[in-house]
Each structure stands twice: as structure tokens, then as C-alpha cells.
């Protein structure tokens, strides 16, 4: 963990596992998609595309 993570967003964490249960959160699919393409951490990216495809489902159901 570094000092700067105190001050930034739990999604921005410099630990990956912090950085993934944070996402798994996220409602903001903007934010999720920029993720998904720019996230240093592969497993980060596939959570990030996977929550923003299941939010994408919720918001077709009636």
C-alpha cells in the first residue's frame, strides 16, 4: 500500500484486490468501461466488463 492511497478512491488503490472489490460496486458505467480498457491488472479489467455488462442487463429487463 502506498501513502497516496489514503487520499484516492478505492478503485484507483495501487493493490489490485482492493481495486477489483471496489469495482464490483460500481454503478457508473462510464467509469466502469474506462476500467475495463485502462486497469493495469487484468483481472481488474475483466471484473470491471463483467459488472459493466451485468449492469447493461439490469437496465434492459422492464
Do not use: C
Not at 492511497?5 to 466502469?32: C, E, N, Q, W
Amino acid at each position: 500500500m502506498k501513502f497516496q492511497d489514503i487520499f484516492v478512491p478505492r478503485y484507483m488503490h495501487s493493490v489490485p484486490d482492493v481495486r477489483m472489490k471496489a469495482v464490483g460496486k460500481l454503478k457508473d458505467t462510464k467509469l466502469l468501461a474506462q476500467i475495463a480498457e485502462k486497469d493495469a491488472d487484468r483481472k481488474v479489467r475483466d471484473i470491471a466488463s463483467k459488472r459493466l455488462n451485468d449492469l447493461k442487463d439490469m437496465r434492459g429487463v422492464p
